[in-house]
C-alpha cells in the first residue's frame, strides 16, 4: 500500500471487545475517503488508533513513508497527521481569527503569546486557512454568532492551520441541514484540492456519497464493503447494516431510495 496515511491491519481491543479488527485503509494527495457504518461500527476508535489517542492492539501507521506506530499523538500531530473531533469546542469568546491563531502551531507557549500580540508566521497560516474555507469574511466576528454550519466549518480551518499533510474528520456535518451539509462539503473538496488527504467519518452518507473518491463501510468493527462511492452504496451488506431487518408491518421510511441510496443513519451519537 503506498499514501500519504497507510494504515495496516489496524486492530483494538477493549477488555474482550474487538472494536476494531483488521481494518486496513490509505488515503492519498488530495482525495476524500470516507469511513462509513451503523453507530458502534468502530469508526471512531479507528482514527482514535491511527492518530495515536488510542493504543493499537496489533497493526501499522504509516504517515508520508515513515512509520510511525510507535509515536504518540502530539508527535503524529506535529509529522502532518491532524484531526476533529465530534464535539465542537471553540473560544465564543474570541474571534473566528482569534480562535485560529490560538490554534496555530507555535514554537513554545511564550511564542503563542507572540503571535496574539504581534503576529507573525501564525497570521499566514490563518489568513490561508481563511481563505481555503470560505470564512475570511467573517474571520472578525464571534463564533456564537454564526449559524451552526459555519461553525462546523471554522472547526475544520482550525485544523488547517497547521498545514496537514491528511486531515481526519470525525463527523463535522453533525446536527447540520441539508443545505449546510451541501455548503460543508464543497469546503471539504476545496481543501481536498489543495492538496490535502482527508479521511471522513459520517453519517451523512449522502455528503459521503457525493464528494468522496472511496468509501470504507464498517460493521462491528470490521470492514464490510470498500470501494467506489456508487460500488459501496449499493453494497447489500451495507444496506442491511443500516437498515436491519425491516418490520412487514410498518412502511419503510429510512431505506434506500428507488436509485440504491442508503440515507443518513437512524440514530446519532458515536460510531
Request: glycine letters at 10%.
Amino acid at each position: 500500500m503506498t499514501g500519504q496515511l497507510v494504515g495496516e491491519a489496524i486492530t483494538v481491543v477493549y477488555g474482550r471487545n474487538v472494536a476494531v479488527d483488521s481494518v486496513s485503509m490509505e488515503v492519498t494527495c488530495g482525495q476524500i475517503v470516507g469511513l462509513i457504518g451503523p453507530n458502534g461500527a468502530g469508526k471512531t476508535s479507528f482514527i482514535d488508533a491511527v492518530t495515536g489517542f488510542t493504543p493499537m492492539t496489533t497493526g501499522r501507521v504509516v504517515l508520508n513513508d515513515a512509520d510511525v506506530t510507535s509515536l504518540a499523538a502530539h508527535r503524529r500531530a506535529a509529522l502532518g497527521l491532524r484531526r476533529t473531533f465530534q464535539q465542537l469546542r471553540l473560544f465564543n469568546d474570541l474571534t473566528v481569527r482569534e480562535n485560529l491563531v490560538v490554534a496555530a502551531e507555535n514554537d513554545t507557549r511564550f511564542g503563542l503569546l507572540r503571535d496574539l500580540v504581534r503576529p507573525r508566521k501564525s497570521a499566514v497560516a490563518t489568513d490561508r486557512a481563511l481563505e481555503l474555507t470560505g470564512l475570511s469574511d467573517v474571520g472578525d466576528e464571534l463564533p456564537r454568532d454564526l449559524p451552526a454550519g459555519t461553525r462546523r466549518i471554522v472547526g475544520v480551518a482550525r485544523a488547517l492551520v497547521a498545514r496537514p499533510t491528511v486531515l481526519l474528520l470525525d463527523e463535522p456535518a453533525a446536527g447540520l441541514d441539508t443545505q449546510e451539509s451541501t455548503a460543508l462539503g464543497s469546503t471539504l473538496t476545496d481543501v481536498a484540492e489543495s492538496g490535502v488527504g482527508l479521511l471522513l467519518i459520517e453519517h451523512d452518507t449522502e455528503l459521503v456519497f457525493r464528494i468522496c473518491s472511496h468509501v470504507i463501510a464498517l460493521d462491528f468493527g470490521a470492514v464490510i464493503a470498500s470501494g467506489s462511492s456508487e460500488e459501496v452504496r449499493r453494497s447489500d451488506a451495507l444496506i442491511s447494516a443500516y437498515l436491519g431487518v425491516p418490520d412487514a408491518s410498518e412502511p419503510d421510511v429510512s431505506g434506500p431510495d428507488a436509485g440504491g441510496t442508503v440515507t443518513k443513519s437512524p440514530t446519532g451519537g458515536e460510531g
